[in-house]
């Protein structure tokens, strides 16, 4: 429960930071694909941003967690990430 917190929490600072502030469809995608997709193609997207291998290695093992997390509270979490990006804008 305390990942789904802090994944929030960071959506909140990264598409509201401002009050007028509009959410990039990147970000959403980029948070969709996390939540929802295989490691394999969360591989392949972070490649395009040619990450430090330190960095793309502490992304999948995050991943590993989120996984853990069963498919309808991950829904949840989307649900809950798509009011936030509409109330940003």
Not at 26 to 33: D, F, L, N, P, R
Not at 34 to 40: A, E, G, H, I, T
Not at 41 to 59: G, M, R, T
Request: charged share 20%; aromatic share 6%; with cysteine.
């Amino acid at each position: 429960m305390r990942l789904s917190v802090c994944l929030l929490l960071v959506m909140l600072s990264l598409c509201c930071y401002q009050a007028n502030a509009a959410v990039c469809p990147a970000v959403i995608s980029e948070i969709t694909s996390f939540l929802f997709l295989s490691d394999n193609i969360v591989k392949l997207q972070l490649a395009k941003f040619n990450p430090p291998p330190e960095a793309a290695e502490a992304k999948l093992e995050i991943k590993k967690c989120t996984d853990q997390i069963s498919f309808g509270k991950r829904l949840l979490i989307e649900k809950v990430l798509a009011k936030i990006v509409i109330k940003c804008i």
